[in-house]
């Protein structure tokens, strides 16, 4: 079974999880309550789900602003299709537009 920590392991650099709608972004802030991840101090569930959130090596969440958008547009980050990746597809990398 796929993980957000196992996806985390994976890469060493930024890592920004993009959901293609409501449902698949609450999914996502469940699983990630489940691993141990935080909002801060925060449960993810008790945060708003986002189009695009950072996951952090150090269990932290956080909204992606206009500067960590541009970095990713930089190639600064890699992007996951996190309902790519959940369904076990083997392509779930994100590309830039």
């Known amino acids: ?3 957000i920590e196992k996806l985390r392991s994976e890469f060493s650099g930024k890592l920004y ?6 449902e698949t972004g609450e999914r ?3 699983d990630a309550e489940k ?9 993810p569930t008790d945060k708003e789900w986002a189009d695009m959130i950072a ?3 150090d269990k932290t969440l956080s909204y992606v602003g206009a500067v ?5 547009q930089a190639g ?4 996951i299709d ?4 959940i369904a076990g597809e083997s392509v779930y990398f994100r590309r830039r537009k």
């Open 1 to 3: 079974m796929r993980s």
């Open 17 to 22: 999880v993009f959901f293609k709608d409501q």
């Open 28 to 30: 996502f802030l469940r």
């Open 35 to 43: 691993e141990g991840y935080l909002f801060g101090k925060r449960k």
């Open 55 to 57: 996951v952090e090596k």
């Open 68 to 72: 960590g958008r541009m970095a990713y």
């Open 76 to 79: 600064q980050a890699a992007g």
């Open 82 to 85: 996190y309902d790519k990746y």
